[in-house]
């Protein structure tokens, strides 16, 4: 019954000039939580975490787990979507998880690739799943800023990375740098298997306009989400639930300066379950 853990993090991202600034942090503080916590814990932090590792760390995680291994994967960092090539997605576009290199080497980790890592498990591996990013949507500063806010969403339109020859076309012929946000869900809800007992929880509800913010909040940079998820775990009484969490975080999130729903998914059995065990 081992737990293991890897937390990926990632402000840097080279060449789209939409750098973030709490995901690093993010990635130190949930892996310190689970640390105590009984986990191993890997990380990858910015320039570590090219889309080649984070398949690799992925794959290891899930490939040596067995069964009653509970398994957690955290990432904090841009999403994206882009056009789909395999004709599996209703609105034509793939969702995706944006890696360091996402830039210079054109590759977003998409929902289809995450999805087959995960099928990979053996029975009985529990998974939970930790998302502070974007699902999905079009850039926006709708936050209304309170004092040391920072409202940056942590959404990467696809104009700021893909190909001008990849991107898709609008109604007037022209490259399409961003397109109505797709009715897809996110990479890591694609991954996730409500039979298989998982739990996804996530900074933001799916769908359009929704979006996961990078905050700073007293004086320090994280994403709003983990911020107050940590501080509401912190408060948990031993034996609390993964229902009993949600609901803690919900005390705090939306907020005036960062308007987003905490979105928590999995079975009744799963809601109910220990955090963490």
């Known amino acids: ?61 899930i490939g040596k787990a067995a069964k009653n291994d509970t398994l957690v994967i955290t990432f904090s960092g841009h999403g994206t979507y882009q056009p789909d090539t395999d004709g599996d997605e209703a609105d034509g576009l793939d969702e995706a998880l944006c890696p360091y290199d996402l830039q210079t080497k054109g590759a977003a980790l ?45 959404f990467m339109p696809m104009g700021n990375w893909l190909p001008e020859k990849l991107l898709p076309k609008n109604r007037a012929g022209k490259p399409a740098t961003t397109m109505a946000a797709p009715t897809g869900s996110s990479p890591l809800i694609a991954a996730y298997s409500n039979k298989l007992g998982d739990l996804l929880l996530s900074g933001c509800k799916e769908g359009p306009n929704n979006f996961s913010y990078d905050a700073r909040i007293n004086g320090r940079f994280n994403g709003a989400f983990t911020y107050y998820a940590l501080k509401a775990l912190k408060g948990m009484k031993a034996g609390a639930s993964y229902a009993d969490w949600h609901k803690a975080t919900a005390r705090y999130l939306p907020s005036a300066s960062y308007p987003q729903v905490p979105q928590m998914v999995g079975s009744e059995g799963a809601r109910k379950g220990k955090i963490f065990e």
């Open 110 to 154: 998409t929902d289809d690739e995450i999805r087959s890592l995960f099928l990979t498990r053996k029975a009985g591996v529990r998974i939970v799943l930790i998302a502070d990013s974007c699902h999905s949507g079009t850039v926006t500063r709708a936050a209304k800023a309170e004092k040391d806010a920072d409202t940056r969403p942590r």
């Open 1 to 61: 019954m081992a737990r293991k853990a890897l937390c990926i993090g990632i402000n840097n991202y080279p060449g789209t000039h939409m750098d973030l600034q709490g995901c690093v942090n993010d990635a130190n503080d949930w892996a310190a939580e689970l640390t105590a916590r009984g986990f191993k814990v890997a990380k990858l932090l910015d320039d570590q975490a090219t889309k080649a590792a984070m398949l690799k760390a992925m794959g290891e995680l």
